[in-house]
């Protein structure tokens, strides 16, 4: 019996999360039935299936982990056709027996939004600037539920960015509490549209003052990376091309709906009354 460890990639449109639901299509679930399919695993209860992070409804993954028990041989196309296509494991690592997946040594996450051209140059620097306040060990209750029993985290790393078209923001801690990220978003929206000075997100980490945040859209979310200390993955090139090819797909798919609605946009609004 050994323990390995996968680095799994999935688009999350399709899915109602990460953890498995009954009745419903979740990637745990997808995963699960993959492993069984293929006999690595026999039964849940048995095989001391791990994740390293249960991604809301609508999030994606470029590098979550799971890990498993088995006496089998782990190949990864063969878990990888027993998938849908919007699911793919990536690579693998062989990992000791008592391995908790849940305790990362850090997560990345990384969220996008479109820059529809109202965000200036100004706008973007307070944007950065209200970013720096999230960095450091703070109490983080007003970004997740009021009833967390620890909702103190420490953000390693936070960084905003912008191409022009899309505005990056790069988060780095070493765990995260439920829509924790979708509501500094939020926030950080906020001092966007000059609704919030950049200093006043100081507030926020005040649990005696409550804050009712709404948080971002899950699309905007990706985990892209889990590490943890002195595990290396294999990476698998194949597995990787697959499920370019794949989001590729699902992209130009998308873009051509996108397009077709901002051509109906543009039609009407040019459109003069009879």
Avoid at 19 to 28: A, D, H, I, K
Avoid at 175 to 184: D, E, Q
Wanted: with cysteine; hydrophobic share 40%; aromatic share 10%.
């Amino acid at each position: 019996m050994r323990r390995v460890a996968l680095k799994v990639a999935y688009i999350g449109t399709d899915f109602y999360g990460f953890q498995r639901q009954p009745g419903l299509s979740t990637v745990e679930g997808e995963l699960l039935s993959a492993l069984k399919e293929i006999g690595l695993i026999n039964e849940v209860a048995g095989c001391g299936f791990g994740i390293a992070g249960r991604t809301d409804r609508g999030v994606h993954a470029l590098g979550n982990v799971v890990s498993f028990l088995t006496e089998g041989d782990v190949i990864i196309n063969q878990i990888n056709d027993a998938l849908p296509n919007s699911i793919q494991v990536l690579a693998q690592a062989r990992v000791p027996l008592r391995f908790k997946t849940r305790y990362a040594e850090s997560r990345h996450y990384r969220y996008i939004m479109i820059n529809d051209d109202s965000i200036s140059d100004s706008n973007l620097d307070n944007m950065i600037k209200a970013a720096t306040f999230f960095k450091g060990t703070h109490n983080f209750q007003n970004f997740s539920k009021r009833s967390e029993r620890n909702p103190v985290r420490t953000i390693h790393e936070i960084q905003v960015s912008s191409d022009g078209e899309l505005i990056y923001l790069d988060v780095v801690g070493e765990s995260f509490l439920w829509n924790m990220i979708r509501k500094m978003v939020t926030v950080l929206l906020s001092v966007v549209k000059g609704e919030l000075e950049p200093d006043e997100i100081s507030d926020y980490f005040d649990p005696q003052k409550e804050f009712l945040i709404k948080p971002a859209p899950p699309e905007g979310l990706i985990l892209m990376h889990v590490n943890y200390n002195g595990i290396m993955f294999q990476e698998d090139d194949y597995a990787k091309n697959k499920f370019i090819s794949s989001v590729r797909k699902d992209y130009l798919h998308q873009q051509t709906i996108a397009s077709s609605e901002k051509e109906m946009i543009k039609i009407l609004m040019n459109t003069k009354p009879i």
